[in-house]
């Protein structure tokens, strides 16, 4: 049986923290017969709403493969975990290889040359294009100005 388990640690807790305390809970996973399939740190991350007055936190993916017993040890541990504020686990129908959403997410996107080339081109000729249109709207309110001006001396006469 696959079962995924994210916890949120205290955002006080450093990375460094974080893991060591994470090693520390595979280790009791281990131990009672289980197995680590997945393991995804998904690092400091706002919460959906406050918890212990907090608006971020540290989040953590697990996935493990073993009997109940082996999650029950996991549950078990992280229960006896200060720093853990909260936590879901859930069955698996299925163990997929690729990374979650969250840790594709975080990878940055890199442009190929060209397309920068490109947008670099599109990017002057909106500049100019901005320019242009600048000029006239400034010309456009100077002409109505003087028409203004122009009307207001023709009633006076």
């Given at each position: ?22 090693d520390e ?7 009672a ?15 959906a709403?406050?918890?212990?007055n ?30 853990i ?25 890199e ?10 081109a ?36």
């Amino acid at each position: 049986m696959y079962y995924e388990t994210i916890f949120i640690v205290n955002p006080d807790i450093s990375q460094e923290n974080t893991e060591a305390m994470t090693d520390e809970l595979i280790g009791k996973v281990e131990k009672a017969g289980g197995r680590i399939v997945k393991r995804e740190n998904w690092g400091s991350r706002p919460l959906a709403y406050s918890i212990a007055n907090r608006k971020r936190g540290n989040y953590v993916l697990l996935v493990t493969d073993g009997e109940p017993e082996a999650l029950k040890a996991l549950e078990h541990a992280i229960s006896l975990e200060e720093r853990i504020i909260r936590t879901l686990t859930t069955k698996l129908t299925e163990l997929s290889d690729e990374p979650s959403p969250l840790a594709r997410r975080k990878k940055p996107v890199e442009a190929a040359p060209e397309e920068d080339a490109g947008t670099e081109a599109a990017a002057d000729a909106t500049a100019e294009s901005a320019e242009a249109a600048s000029e006239t709207v400034t010309e456009a309110v100077a002409e109505s100005d003087e028409a203004a001006k122009s009307d207001g001396a023709e009633a006076a006469a």
